[in-house]
C-alpha cells in the first residue's frame, strides 16, 4: 500500500510540476488558458461600462478562477517534494498572492472599504507572473540576469554619478528662473534626458543649458545599449554552456556532457542522454 501511494504521489508530481508526460502538458495547458482568461477578466473589470453591465457575470467569472487556481495552490504545496521550499519560493508566493486577496475581500466590509476591495481584486494580475513557469527560456533570463547583476550595479552607480553631476550643473548654470528649482528637481530632469524620454515639462534655456543637455543626449544613446550588451553577452554564454551539458529530470541540475558522464553528479539520478 506504501508503495502504491509512494507511486500515485510520484505520478502526480510529475503532472503538476513537469510537462514530459501527456497529462503534465494538458495541465499546463489548462493553467496557461486559466492564466490569460483571468488576466483578460482583470482588464475587462477596470473598464467601467462594462462592469456596469456585465458586473455579476464577471464577479461569478472571477470566482470560478479563484476556486481554480486555490485547487492549483493546495495540489502544488501536497504534492510538492519540499512543501516548505515551495510555499516560500518566487513562485509559491505569487500562486498564493494570485488568490488571497480573493478570500481577504469577503473579510474586509464592502462599504466603508470599498477602494481597497477593488486594489485585492487587482492583484490577481500576479497569476499573470506564472507564465514564467511555462516558458523554458525564462530560465535563461533569470541566469543571465543574475551573472549581469554586479556589471549592472557598476553601470547604474555611473549613470547616477552623472545624473548628480549633470543635475548640479544645470541648477548652477539655470537657476530657479527657468524651472530648475532645485537639484533634486534639475536631478529629475536629467534622469529623463538621459533615458531619451524627453518629457519637456522643463527645459534649458541658456546657451550653456542647451550645449549640456545636447551632450547628456549623446551620453544617453551610448548608454541605452550598455545594459543590453552586458545581458546578451552572459546570455550567449550560458546558451554555450547548455549545449555542453545534460539537465537531470530530477533536480534540475546540469552535468558535463562527457562520454563517461551517465549520472547527475548533484543527486545521482540517472541521466536521459
Not at 516558458?135 to 533570463?141: A, H, P, R
Request: glycine letters at 8%; one cysteine or more; hydrophobic letters at 45%.
Amino acid at each position: 500500500m506504501a508503495k502504491l501511494t509512494g507511486t500515485f504521489n510520484e505520478k502526480m508530481y510529475k503532472i503538476i510540476f513537469e510537462s514530459d508526460t501527456p497529462q503534465g502538458k494538458a495541465f499546463d495547458i489548462v493553467v496557461i488558458i486559466s492564466i490569460v482568461s483571468s488576466s483578460l477578466l482583470v482588464m475587462a473589470e477596470s473598464v467601467s461600462s462594462v462592469y456596469t453591465e456585465y458586473g455579476r457575470v464577471l464577479d461569478t467569472l472571477t470566482w470560478i478562477f479563484v476556486m481554480l487556481f486555490t485547487a492549483e495552490y493546495l495540489l502544488r504545496v501536497s504534492y510538492s517534494r519540499n512543501r516548505r521550499k515551495y510555499m516560500i519560493s518566487f513562485f509559491g508566493i505569487i500562486d498564493l498572492a494570485a488568490i488571497l486577496p480573493a478570500y481577504l475581500s469577503l473579510i474586509i466590509p464592502s462599504v466603508q472599504l470599498l477602494v481597497v476591495i477593488r486594489l485585492f481584486r487587482l492583484l490577481r494580475l500576479f497569476t499573470i507572473l506564472k507564465m514564467g513557469r511555462y516558458v523554458k527560456e525564462s530560465g535563461t533570463i533569470i541566469k543571465a540576469l543574475k551573472a549581469s547583476r554586479p556589471k549592472i550595479t557598476v553601470f547604474m552607480f555611473a549613470i547616477i554619478f552623472i545624473i548628480t553631476i549633470v543635475g548640479t550643473m544645470m541648477y548652477i548654470v539655470e537657476g530657479h528662473r527657468e524651472g530648475f528649482g532645485s537639484i533634486p528637481e534639475a536631478m529629475y530632469w536629467a534622469t529623463v534626458t538621459i533615458a531619451t524620454v524627453g518629457y519637456g515639462d522643463i527645459t534649458p534655456k541658456t546657451p550653456v543649458g542647451r550645449f549640456i543637455a545636447s551632450i547628456l543626449i549623446l551620453v544617453g544613446y551610448g548608454i541605452i545599449a550598455v545594459p543590453t550588451g552586458i545581458i546578451t553577452t552572459e546570455m550567449t554564454g550560458i546558451a554555450k554552456e547548455a549545449k555542453g551539458s545534460v539537465m537531470c529530470s530530477s533536480c534540475g541540475h546540469r552535468s558535463t556532457m562527457e562520454a563517461d558522464t551517465y549520472y547527475c553528479s548533484k543527486c545521482g539520478e540517472k541521466l536521459n542522454r
